[in-house]
């Protein structure tokens, strides 16, 4: 079975893919994902010197063209501007910048001032994702990797101090016991 309805949810449902279970949500499904034909490109589609991309995107009358969502061959042309989708939850970069998560003025305000002060520029901020110009998280992922190996360094030493001493003291124990023995 490829696909599968969470038990406590009416809204939502799994698909098994091939890389691990994917749950999508169909609440404001259609709200995040319009895409709307703008007009240069929608001129510039119809002009093509090849019959088939002429053919898909065919001159429409003025009223329709500021409603008509792109096809799917479009969709992937405008998502390769794009192509790096983190959802808010994924973006969470609060160790790079603490003074970010405080307030609670809502995700999104959060995130752009994330974005902000990590210096990423060329961005789009969707209703639950951030879009991201190709190899933008190169920097901000090294950044996370530098503290967390900090970090990860710090536990280290802490633990290994802790067993240290522990072990310290048990000699130092057993040491005065056997002393105390021999006298």
Known sequence: MRFSKPK???TDFTIYHYAGDVTYQTEHF???NKNYV???HQSLL?????????????????DFSKTLKFSSIAIRISCAGYPT????VEF???ILAPDVSKGSSGEIA???R??????????????????????????????MSGVLRRFASIIQRKVCSHLSRRSFVSMRRSAIQIQAACR
């Open 8 to 10: 406590l949810s009416r």
């Open 30 to 32: 259609l709200d995040k």
């Open 38 to 40: 703008v007009a240069e």
């Open 46 to 62: 119809s002009a093509s010197r090849f019959s088939f991309v002429a053919d898909l995107f065919s001159p429409l009358p003025e």
């Open 85 to 88: 989708r983190r959802t808010f």
């Open 92 to 94: 969470r970069f609060g």
């Open 110 to 112: 959060a995130c752009k």
């Open 114 to 143: 994330l974005l902000e002060k990590v210096g990423l520029k060329s961005y789009q901020i969707g209703e639950t994702k951030v879009f991201l110009r190709a190899g933008q998280m190169a920097d901000p992922d090294a950044r």
